[in-house]
T-cell receptor, first 111, second 111 residues
Framework: DAGITQSPRYKITETGRQVTLMCHQT?????MFWYRQDLGHGLRLIYY???????DKGEVPDGYVVSRSKTENFPLTLESATRSQTSVYFC??????????FGQGTRLTVV | KQEVTQIPAALSVPEGENLVLNCSFT??????LQWFRQDPGKGLTSLLL?????REQTSGRLNASLDKSSGRSTLYIAASQPGDSATYLC??????????FGAGTRLFVKA
């Protein structure tokens, strides 16, 4: 099915553990994005990518790592999870002249 | 630094009313502007995309306008329905395809 999918949908992890959130899109969109959404802060851009092997920092990149070896995948890794990284994470993809499409989100809880 | 502001933060209207949601941005050098809808606990659904060279876009009961020179966009919803109740977000795409979101307007349409 065409679309953008995130996995897992829900994740509970312990402080200090490494966690990877997955994002996969089937449109071959050039641009992909990771956001976090928190009460009182709205949606904030963590990292984005203009193409395979091209990534750049957004507003809140500290503590996160991304990679994009293939156009369709854009995983987000929390190297050492902290409680402040408890949030809902959204992945999105967009073509050069198309609208942005969002995944359903991953609800991450760090305990 | 690009900042996006949405007014009002919340709005409650009776069914059938026409309404306007406002979005303002501080830097007029944008690539495009997009309006989204978000239902509680869900991802974002794209409503309208306006390229920087366009003045407005329409889809059904929705009309979005863009005035780059004044840094403003409006989303007009005609004949509102209870099913329109959601949070509406605007986002601007700047150079490098960096996307900045407003905090949203929470809309409640009373039956």
């Amino acid at each position: 099915d065409a679309g953008i999918t995130q996995s897992p949908r829900y994740k509970i992890t312990e402080t200090g553990r490494q966690v990877t959130l997955m994002c996969h899109q089937t449109w071959s969109h050039s641009y992909m994005f990771w956001y976090r959404q928190d009460l009182g802060h709205g949606l904030r851009l963590i990292y984005y990518s203009a193409a395979a092997d091209i990534t750049d920092k957004g507003e809140v990149p500290d503590g996160y790592v991304v990679s994009r070896s293939k156009t369709e995948n854009f995983p987000l890794t929390l190297e050492s999870a902290t409680r402040s990284q408890t949030s809902v994470y959204f992945c999105a993809s967009q073509g050069d002249i198309t609208e942005a499409f969002f995944g359903q989100g991953t609800r991450l809880t760090v305990v | 630094k690009q900042e996006v502001t949405q007014i009002p933060a919340a709005l409650s209207v009776p069914e059938g009313e026409n309404l306007v949601l406002n979005c303002s941005f501080t830097d007029s050098a944008i690539y495009n502007l997009q309006w989204f809808r978000q239902d509680p606990g869900k991802g974002l659904t794209s409503l309208l995309l306006i390229q920087s060279s366009q003045r407005e876009q329409t889809s059904g009961r929705l009309n979005a306008s863009l005035d780059k020179s004044s840094g403003r966009s409006t989303l007009y919803i005609a004949a509102s329905q209870p099913g329109d109740s959601a949070t509406y977000l605007c986002a601007v795409v700047t150079g490098g395809f960096k996307t900045i979101f407003g905090a949203g307007t929470r809309l409640f349409v009373k039956a």
